[in-house]
């Protein structure tokens, strides 16, 4: 019987969308996980998405399905990945979180695994706040919460700027949003899926 990772993300610009693909490669490597990646609804008309150069680099992605909260339950686990407004999360996944309250009344997400990994603009821009405001809305829906353990000896590299947490994965994009994601960074990433993937195998495989 497979073990069923959904990674469920919104991305602006592709760092996001490039962490997921790191961490889909990382859950895949346990056997028997069967990973699906999934965006949810862009907000932002198209013609500022063209003005902001961002319609161009979501086409990069413009093959990922769009998610639907009635999918959420066919999961055992599920990796969220979001862009940081503010130290909160993007308005485009809050908005589909928002839409997850029948899911709620009928208990569809207890016991489920919950993750997230995100992308900041700068070093101290809320990478670790939106990942554990994130929390709530997971905690609320009966979730596992499961981060990054020390495990993952990449947590604690001193000689480079990079994101990552305990909390979760993240990229530091430059405020430009010039800086791709690192390997350092990617690698927490993989650890993240990898993780999720074996606990969510040992409790539903």
Known sequence: MSTKIGIVFYSMYGH?????EAVAAGAREVSGADVALYQV?????MDALERTGAAAARARFAHIPIATPAQLPEFDAILFGTPTRFGNMAA????????????WAKGALINKIGSVFVSTGTQHGGQET????FYNTL????MIIVGVPYEEARLAE????????PYGASTLTGADGSRQPSENELAIARFQGRHVATLAKKLFG
């Open 139 to 142: 905690i609320h829906h009966g």
């Open 130 to 133: 939106t990942i554990t405001s």
């Open 41 to 45: 609804p862009e907000l932002v008309p």
């Open 92 to 103: 485009q996944m809050r908005n589909f979180l928002d839409q997850t309250g029948g899911l």
């Open 158 to 165: 001193m000689g480079e700027i990079t994101g990552g947490s």
């Open 16 to 20: 996001v969308y490039t962490m997921a």
